[in-house]
T-cell receptor
Framework: DVKVTQSSRYLVKRTGEKVFLECVQD?????MFWYRQDPGLGLRLIYF???????EKGDIPEGYSVSREKKERFSLILESASTNQTSMYLC?????????????FGQGTRLTVV | GQQLNQSPQSMFIQEGEDVSMNCTSS?????WLWYKQDPGEGPVLLIA?????ELTSNGRLTAQFGITRKDSFLNISASIPSDVGIYFC??????????FGQGTTLQVKP
């Protein structure tokens, strides 16, 4: 079974704190993604990575950074958490092989910034 | 950029009814993916489609890859209460990013 694991299901952090969200996949996938999900706004891409140490900005990268030092791990960093970053964060990984693509998600991290 | 328009936005149906939802785009996709998200959980892949015209089933779910490659459909037959959730369509962009539709929220009345 494919597995994408996010380090926390629920987090409560204070405004101004530096926050790390960790994601690990065991499928040897090249691509990894961080999305944020808010009611009525669907899934919005924050950053994605297509290889170790490679990253590209998504649609809403402001206030976030990422790190991918190893293929299996993709970290999302909130440099200085703000209340408008309260949201559900979803990590995904995907493969692309012989014209086929599939992506798998972690269970999500619900972050509350107070 | 590439976008996916999913409809309807929400549905409230009676248990036992069939459900249809669709996803359209102004550009061509070579893959269509359908996901279901239970409340408070991450999306789970239901069906993947790779060929225009392809029809694929997964239990009571059936999805089709439109012939024009600009649309896809998901049908759920004989809905049950555990079908409740948000259904997303998705496809890979030219740059490798995954693009998602806005989701269809399904509620089933027992």
């Amino acid at each position: 079974d494919v597995k994408v694991t996010q380090s926390s299901r629920y987090l409560v952090k204070r405004t101004g704190e530096k926050v790390f969200l960790e994601c690990v996949q065991d499928m040897d996938h090249e691509n990894m993604f961080w999305y944020r999900q808010d009611p009525g706004l669907g899934l919005r891409l924050i950053y994605f990575s297509y290889d170790v140490k490679m990253k590209e900005k998504g649609d809403i990268p402001e206030g976030y950074s990422v790190s991918r030092e190893k293929k299996e791990r993709f970290s999302l960093i909130l440099e200085s958490a703000s209340t408008n970053q309260t949201s559900m964060y979803l990590c995904a990984s995907s493969f692309f092989h012989t014209g086929k693509t599939e992506a798998f998600f972690g269970q999500g991290t619900r972050l509350t910034v107070v | 950029g590439q976008q996916l328009n999913q409809s309807p936005q929400s549905m409230f149906i009676q248990e036992g009814e069939d459900v249809s939802m669709n996803c359209t785009s102004s550009s061509i996709f070579n893959t269509w993916l359908w996901y279901k998200q239970d409340p408070g959980e991450g999306p789970v892949l239901l069906i993947a489609l790779y060929k225009a015209g392809e029809l694929t089933s997964n239990g009571r779910l059936t999805a089709q890859f439109g012939i024009t490659r600009k649309d896809s459909f998901l049908n759920i037959s004989a809905s049950i209460p555990s079908d409740v959730g948000i259904y997303f369509c998705a496809g890979p962009s030219n740059t490798g990013k995954l693009i998602f539709g806005q989701g269809t929220t399904l509620q089933v009345k027992p």
